[in-house]
């Protein structure tokens, strides 16, 4: 009975030890939900703000890292394509309830989409590789890549980034901005189609395109460190989603008070909501490259960049159309030239099947033009 016991207790302080931030989750949307009124009538005082921003995106933050972590483990149990599937619609369910709080709560805020698309364009193609390469590098003369399954990625990536963010430019006229009905019905069936057609691929006959030599140390530390039962962490990823769910919604009210009374750019809501989507995928995709796991990097980033324009602009659109609120995704002047020069870039930084140190400064240098330009507007 004593051994029952104690391995009972066991289980139980360690799953604590697991999931404690779940307990952090529930009672930050308790008190949110409890006393709403109390904590958002005081935004106009500085330091109360930053407090009260600064828990939300924490506590938001941290929801969506283990989301992701229990969406990881899926994936890594289940194999392709439920994997892919399962990570993919975990993460872009997040950026969609996180931009759909932003842009239905209080005025209506028609770029949200477009800034939010461009800022996790800018943040991973930029930032996040930047980062990944310049690590993975720093202790090797180079790091190889499957170029044909960089190509798989990038052969989709740059025609939809172009009708969803480039093309609406020069199709809509000045007085109305935003894209007809058939113009977006056109890109949503566009997206989800090439976006479904990429996971087939993916998943069936050239699956070797988007693996290395190293897979199989990783499947054996899969098999070793992962003790927990699927139905665990479906469970889990769903408890987490919960509070995600309410605590972006709140996060919403700070934003809106930043861009309507302190009339920040508008554009400060989209950078918010792509770090949130950004972040976890970032310390992964590090993480591997410095592990001399480039592939898998790759994978990731670029893995993440098409699931944001393939599926959350089908969303945007659909969410636009259900409550009125339109929305503009051409991008314009220094935006346009800046995104086109990141695509340009990717697609020679991922040509050759190697990267080097150099390559991974080019791409932190662009991010920081980002970063300039976005305060200087």
Do not use: K
Not at 12 to 21: C, Q, S
Not at 103 to 112: A, I, K, Q, V
Not at 173 to 190: E, I, K, T, W, Y
Not at 246 to 264: G, K, N, S
């Amino acid at each position: 009975m004593t051994d029952g016991s104690t391995i009972r207790t066991s289980g139980v302080a360690g799953l604590a030890r697991e999931e404690w931030f779940l307990g952090v989750s529930f009672a930050t949307s308790l008190a949110f939900l409890v006393f709403p009124e109390q904590i958002f009538s005081r935004l106009s005082e500085p330091l109360w703000f930053a407090l009260i921003f600064l828990w939300l995106f924490a506590v938001v933050l941290g929801s969506a890292l283990s989301v992701v972590r229990h969406a990881d483990h899926l994936g890594e149990q289940l194999q392709e394509p439920y994997g892919t599937l399962i990570l993919t619609l975990a993460i872009t369910s997040i950026e969609v309830m996180a931009i759909s709080a932003v842009m239905l709560h209080g005025e209506n805020n028609p770029t949200l989409a477009r800034d939010t698309l461009f800022a996790v364009v800018m943040i991973i193609l930029n930032g996040m590789v930047g980062l990944s390469l310049l690590f993975g590098a720093w202790r090797r003369e180079d790091q190889q890549h499957n170029l044909h399954g960089a190509n798989a990625y990038l052969g989709v990536i740059v025609p939809l980034a172009t009708l969803s963010l480039v093309m609406p430019t020069f199709l809509a006229g000045p007085d109305d901005p935003h894209p007809s009905a058939p113009r977006q019905m056109f890109l949503g069936v566009v997206s989800i189609g090439l976006y479904c057609i990429f996971l087939l691929l993916q998943a069936g006959r050239h699956h070797r395109y988007f693996a290395d030599d190293s897979d199989h140390h990783e499947t054996h530390t899969v098999v070793i460190s992962h003790h927990r039962p699927v139905w665990y962490h479906a469970v889990m990823l769903l408890a987490f989603m919960g509070p995600v769910a309410f605590l972006v919604e709140q996060l919403a009210r700070p934003i809106d008070y930043v861009i309507e009374t302190l009339h920040a750019p508008a554009a400060f809501g989209g950078v918010v909501m792509a770090i949130l989507v950004a972040t976890p995928e970032a310390i992964s995709a590090v993480r591997a490259s410095i592990a001399d796991h480039l592939q898998r990097a790759i994978n990731i980033f670029l893995g993440s960049v098409l699931s944001t324009i393939g599926l959350t602009v089908p969303a945007m659109l659909a969410i636009s159309h259900l409550y009125g609120h339109p929305v503009t995704l051409g991008l314009q002047g220094p935006d346009l030239v800046m995104f086109l020069l990141t695509l340009a870039v990717s697609i020679i930084t991922f040509s050759s099947g190697r990267t080097n140190l150099m390559q991974g400064a080019v791409h932190l240098v662009l991010f920081i033009a980002y970063v300039l330009l976005i305060t200087q507007q």
